[in-house]
C-alpha cells in the first residue's frame, strides 16, 4: 500500500541500509511494537492489557514453584475460557516486518534476533537464530535442566499434575517456558545474548522502547564498544539519540524497504564493497 511507505524518509532508509550491506554480523533486539503490528495488545501503555486490567501479581512464580499443581490446574481451568490476549495470540500471524527480518537473515545479514515478545511469530516467520528472553508461549520449559520443547509435544494429563520432564534422569517439573513476574530469566538465554552482542559489528532495535532490563542493555553495550545502531521505532526512544540511523516508522513498512534496499547494494550497488 502507498500510503505505508509515504511516511518513510529515503535518507534514513538509505543510511541503514548502508550499515545493513556491510555488516558481517547484525544483532536485532525486536520489541512489542512487532508484536502490536500483527494486532497483539502491549501490556504497557496507553490501552495496554495491564494498563486497563491492572498487572498480574508479583508473585507469580512463587506461586508456581510453591505448588505447582495447583497452578496447573489453574492454568488448564483458564484454557477453557478464552481471554483477550489469548485470542489475539492465537490469531495472530507473522506481518512483513517479521518476513524482513526472516530474509534478512537467510541474505546472511542478520545473524542472531533477541526478543522479548512471547509471541512465536519470528519463528513462524522463517526466523532461525533466535533467543527469546522471556520464552515462548506455544513452549514448555523443565524448571531443573532447562530443556524446552513445543507444548504439543508434552502430553498434559489432568490427573497426574504436574508434568514432568521426559529428557533422562530429570523428572523436573514443567512449566511454561513464559517468563513469569519474580522468576528469573534462564541462564542460558542471557548468557547466549551477552555472546551475539558482543560479536556484533551492527546493533537493530526495532519496535522497542529498550527501557526494560536486561534487554535494554545490549544495544547499549554494543554501542559502547564503537558499534554503530539502527532504531526503526514509530516513537522516539532513550536510544534515538545515539543511534547511527533512526527510522521513525512502523516494521512492516520499514523493514521490507529495507530488504529491497539491502539486496541491491549486495548485488553490485552503490557501497556494498568493502
Ligand atoms: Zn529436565
Given at each position: 500500500m502507498r500510503a505505508v511507505n509515504a511516511g518513510l524518509?529515503?535518507?534514513?532508509?538509505?543510511?541503514?541500509?548502508?550499515?545493513?550491506?556491510?555488516?558481517r554480523y547484525a544483532v536485532v533486539l525486536a520489541g512489542?511494537?512487532?508484536?502490536?503490528?500483527?494486532?497483539?495488545?502491549?501490556?504497557?501503555?496507553?490501552?495496554?492489557?495491564?494498563?486497563?486490567f491492572g498487572e498480574p501479581p508479583m508473585n507469580q512464580y512463587e506461586s508456581f514453584a510453591t505448588d505447582p499443581r495447583r497452578w496447573w490446574q489453574r492454568r488448564l481451568e483458564e484454557a477453557q475460557?478464552?481471554?483477550?490476549?489469548?485470542?489475539?495470540?492465537?490469531?495472530?500471524?507473522?506481518?512483513?516486518?517479521?518476513?524482513?527480518?526472516?530474509?534478512?537473515?537467510?541474505?546472511?545479514?542478520?545473524?542472531?534476533?533477541?526478543?522479548q515478545n512471547v509471541d512465536d511469530l519470528h519463528r513462524q516467520a522463517g526466523q532461525r537464530s533466535i533467543t527469546e528472553i522471556h520464552g515462548n508461549r506455544h513452549?514448555?520449559?523443565?524448571?531443573?535442566?532447562?530443556?524446552?520443547?513445543?507444548?504439543?509435544?508434552?502430553?498434559?494429563?489432568?490427573?497426574?499434575?504436574?508434568?514432568?520432564?521426559?529428557?533422562?534422569?530429570?523428572?523436573?517439573?514443567?512449566?511454561?517456558?513464559?517468563?513469569?513476574f519474580g522468576e528469573p530469566i534462564p541462564f542460558d538465554a542471557l548468557r547466549t545474548c551477552e555472546l551475539?552482542?558482543?560479536?556484533?559489528?551492527?546493533?537493530?532495535?526495532?519496535?522497542?522502547?529498550?527501557?526494560?532490563?536486561?534487554?535494554?542493555q545490549y544495544p547499549i553495550d554494543a554501542w559502547r564498544r564503537g558499534v554503530p545502531l539502527i532504531e526503526v521505532n514509530p516513537e522516539e526512544t532513550p536510544l534515538s539519540p545515539i543511534a547511527t540511523a533512526v527510522i521513525r516508522a512502523a516494521s512492516g513498512a520499514a523493514l521490507p524497504r529495507?530488504?529491497?534496499?539491502?539486496?541491491?547494494?549486495?548485488?553490485?550497488?552503490?557501497?556494498?564493497?568493502?
Open positions: 524518509d529515503p535518507d534514513a532508509i538509505a543510511r541503514a541500509a548502508d550499515l545493513l550491506a556491510r555488516a512489542a511494537g512487532m508484536s502490536k503490528e500483527s494486532g497483539i495488545p502491549t501490556f504497557r501503555g496507553e490501552g495496554g492489557l495491564w494498563t486497563r475460557q478464552p481471554n483477550e490476549f489469548g485470542s489475539a495470540l492465537e490469531a495472530a500471524r507473522p506481518n512483513p516486518g517479521h518476513v524482513a527480518l526472516a530474509e534478512l537473515e537467510a541474505l546472511g545479514v542478520v545473524r542472531h534476533l533477541i526478543t513452549w514448555m520449559r523443565c524448571t531443573s535442566c532447562g530443556a524446552r520443547w513445543p507444548r504439543e509435544t508434552i502430553a498434559i494429563d489432568a490427573e497426574r499434575l504436574p508434568p514432568l520432564c521426559v529428557e533422562a534422569n530429570c523428572r523436573g517439573v514443567v512449566k511454561s517456558d513464559t517468563v513469569m551475539e552482542t558482543a560479536r556484533t559489528d551492527l546493533f537493530l532495535t526495532i519496535g522497542t522502547s529498550a527501557v526494560v532490563y536486561p534487554a535494554a529495507l530488504v529491497e534496499e539491502v539486496r541491491v547494494r549486495r548485488a553490485g550497488g552503490n557501497g556494498s564493497a568493502r
